[in-house]
């Protein structure tokens, strides 16, 4: 007796993206289904949010609820080949220039840090602009393209910034949303990351089968060096501190599905150094061992090792810039308050 194959749900649009039974996301959970594209159980699959984690097995699922002996069915009709979706990319007119780069949030942070050229220059080179899908202090949030490494637009990713300490907003801090329909702000009570995909909605289509890429993967193919690191701003901070390497961004851990061939792909034949956050050293050790795998020249530096939780390179750089600019005190007492380490600060007076 065969026993039935079960897998998780090839994408063919938002039908095929489902609410999560453990974090109540929308469109985030894969359903495990059998050869004949039919789902298990509700509850049997993958949350795509890294953040959620949710993962119910097959056998997981039949070992909880044994009395269900679909597991046992041999006769199986012969699968149909799934059709192939083509990839959909983003018009390049929505990289417009941008006319509201002043109200910026993380602009605003970096010019204040590195001065308006080297801000400008960094947000030129990468294409970041401005959303104003959530305002906060006077200012709005910022748009991450990905732009793959022939030039086409692959995702609008839209993030919200405090423009004094240059930090993701969090889920507490008192956040203006842009309403389309009235065309107003309006205070935004949900308790979520502030991240948004913009692609989307900008374009009224929700049927897009779009794939996300590398964060500066343009830049790749003339790179003779490439860093990588979690954060999207903490690309565009190490290039301008660092700038004889080149930097991307995963956008995440597991962001873009970062080791698959397809992703990975530019990365070969260049010289690669991955920067893991603070506590995720062995994760990306990890991950580093699957892109050798095809050959790609790459380490993993310790640099955060050791270092406080949600530390990352750029913090670091950022840590070394103000200690050769001599700050103060004070100075360093609130940058320490800023970054949340304020408690590992001792001072002999």
Known sequence: MNAPKYHLQK?????TRHTCPQCGHKGEFTYYVDERNIPIDESCGRCNRERCGYHLTPSEYFKAHPTDKRNEFDTWKQAEAPK???????????????????????????????????????????????????????????????????????????MGYNPITGKRLKKNDTVQLWNMKFKKYVPDTRTIDRVWWADKPALNNYELNLVQCLFGCHLIKDAARVGVVESEKSALICSILMPEITWIATGGCNGCKW???????????????????????????????????SGIDITVSRACKGLPDNWDIADVLLRERHAKKGMTVGEVLAYATEIGVINQIHINV
Not at 11 to 15: D, L, N, Q, V
């Open 11 to 15: 994408y063919a649009g938002m039908s």
């Open 259 to 293: 080791t698959e061939a397809a992703v990975f792909q530019p990365l070969i034949g260049k010289r690669v150094v991955l920067y893991p956050d603070s506590g995720m050293f062995a994760k990306w050790e990890e991950k580093a061992e699957i892109l050798r795998s």
């Open 84 to 158: 192939a979706i083509p990839v959909s990319y983003l018009p390049l007119t929505l990289l417009a220039a941008d006319t509201h780069r002043s109200k910026n949030n993380l602009f605003r942070f970096m010019a204040k840090e590195f001065g308006e050229v080297e801000a400008n220059r960094v947000f030129d080179t990468y294409h970041v602009s401005t959303s104003k899908h959530w305002a906060f202090m006077n200012g709005l949030s910022t748009v991450f393209p990905q732009i793959d490494s022939q030039g086409r637009l692959c995702r609008l990713k839209v």
